[in-house]
């Protein structure tokens, strides 16, 4: 008998219970997260396997003692063995680039 491997991607984040064999998969396919992890709501839904990921922030203006809040917009793969809908508020990982515009996973749905 074997035990079940333990997927750890050092983030403290349950792997999904589905497998896929997608070679983008952080759990699955053995695509290293590195950097910043960030999150935020999916505003488009998921086509081709990407998901179009929006959060604001804020930003102090010394200036005028006042903030300034800002969004921005970023492209994340999503492997198939996560369900990502839009509207969700998800947990995406930097990691290396996927393609032109894609540099982030997807690899939490929080909500
Ligand atoms: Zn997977």
Redesign the pocket.
């Known amino acids: 008998m074997t035990k079940q491997k333990q997927i750890d991607i050092g983030l403290n984040i349950e792997?999904?219970k589905?497998?896929?064999?997608?070679k983008h998969?952080?759990?699955?396919?053995g695509y290293k997260v590195h950097g910043r992890t960030l999150e935020g709501d999916v505003t488009r839904d998921v086509t081709n396997k990407t998901a179009n990921i929006e959060f604001t922030r804020i930003l102090p203006l010394t200036k005028f003692e006042r903030f300034e809040k800002r969004i921005s917009r970023i492209k994340a793969h999503v492997?198939?063995?996560?369900l990502v809908k839009k509207g969700n508020l998800v947990k995406i990982a930097e990691g290396r680039k996927i393609s032109k515009t894609k540099n982030f996973v997807v690899v939490e749905v929080k909500k």
């Open positions: 792997a999904p589905e497998v896929c064999v997608d998969c952080p759990f699955h396919g492997p198939p063995c996560i």
